[in-house]
């Protein structure tokens, strides 16, 4: 009989990371980890990033808050990132035959240089950094490298979060933002073999709760 195929996203991984066990229960039986409302500014202030980025884009220059603080141009071809912004649109994909499974990705925006394509992120936080700030989306950052390599585009083993959280607000609504660039090294190999070991483990008996999930010992508290 064969393998029911399966596709999974940047954001999977890192919950697999953090979780097996709410992995394999969103996926396999569709129980996923309670939350509350969702807010809607980071999704209204990422639309608004976007359209900044393009309009920079279309005059082929770059925003002047990153200028001479990322290496390469904004990716030139509006139409085809557009579908790369799109979990349903998006052809950005790796593909693996033998566990007949793929890991796909929608991009927030990319950097070309020299031929080589270079992920970027936009994040919004509500204070400054801290030096583990991007450990957390390590991850995501390998994986789009892995999904660029794979579809024809090569990568340079980096990619950019570019952070922006509130400095002031000024007089008629307007708001202040700080921007600041991250570089981080990518490693391939590593979104590879992250994603094949969660595969396997969708394919296997439910695995124990990770020590750490806040989740997971919630549910274990009722149930004493």
Same mark, same amino acid.
């Given at each position: *009989?064969?393998?029911?195929?399966?596709?999974?996203?940047?954001? %999977? @991984?890192? @919950? /697999?990371?953090?979780?097996?066990?709410? /992995?394999?229960?969103?996926? =396999?039986?569709?129980?996923? +980890?309670?939350?509350?409302?969702?807010?809607?500014?980071?999704?209204?202030?990422?639309?608004?990033?976007?359209?900044? /980025?393009?309009?920079? +884009?279309?005059?082929?220059?770059?925003?002047?808050?990153?200028?001479?603080?990322? +290496?390469?141009?904004?990716?030139?071809?509006?139409?085809?990132?557009?579908?790369?912004?799109?979990?349903?649109?998006?052809? @950005?994909?790796?593909?693996?035959?033998? @566990? =007949?499974? %793929?890991?796909? !990705? %929608?991009?927030?925006?990319?950097?070309?240089?020299?031929?080589?394509?270079?992920?970027?992120?936009?994040?919004?936080?509500?204070?400054?950094?801290?030096?583990?700030? %991007?450990?957390?989306? #390590?991850? #995501?950052?390998?994986?789009?490298?892995?999904?660029?390599?794979?579809?024809?585009?090569?990568?340079?083993? /980096?990619?950019?979060?570019?952070?922006?959280?509130?400095?002031?607000? +000024?007089? !008629?609504?307007?708001?202040?933002? =700080?921007?600041?660039? *991250?570089?981080?090294?990518? =490693?391939?190999?590593?979104?590879?073999?992250?994603? #094949?070991?969660?595969?396997?483990?969708?394919?296997?008996?439910?695995?124990?709760?990770?020590?750490?999930?806040?989740?997971?010992?919630?549910?274990?508290?009722?149930?004493?």
């Amino acid at each position: *009989m064969p393998m029911k195929r399966i596709v999974l996203s940047p954001s %999977a @991984l890192s @919950l /697999f990371l953090e979780c097996p066990l709410c /992995f394999w229960l969103e996926k =396999n039986a569709g129980i996923k +980890r309670p939350r509350g409302i969702f807010p809607s500014l980071p999704g209204g202030m990422d639309a608004a990033i976007k359209a900044y /980025f393009d309009g920079y +884009r279309i005059r082929g220059e770059l925003p002047p808050e990153i200028t001479g603080k990322v +290496r390469g141009k904004l990716f030139p071809e509006s139409k085809i990132l557009a579908r790369w912004r799109s979990w349903r649109t998006t052809e @950005l994909r790796y593909e693996d035959a033998a @566990l =007949n499974a %793929a890991l796909s !990705g %929608a991009l927030d925006d990319c950097l070309v240089e020299d031929g080589v394509h270079i992920p970027v992120d936009y994040k919004t936080r509500g204070y400054d950094l801290k030096e583990d700030s %991007a450990t957390y989306y #390590q991850t #995501q950052l390998d994986c789009y490298c892995l999904i660029l390599e794979s579809s024809g585009y090569a990568t340079g083993g /980096f990619a950019y979060l570019i952070y922006y959280w509130p400095a002031e607000v +000024r007089e !008629g609504g307007l708001v202040k933002f =700080n921007v600041r660039p *991250m570089k981080i090294e990518t =490693n391939i190999a590593s979104a590879k073999k992250t994603f #094949q070991d969660a595969v396997r483990l969708l394919r296997s008996p439910p695995p124990p709760a990770a020590s750490v999930c806040e989740y997971c010992a919630l549910v274990a508290q009722r149930k004493t």
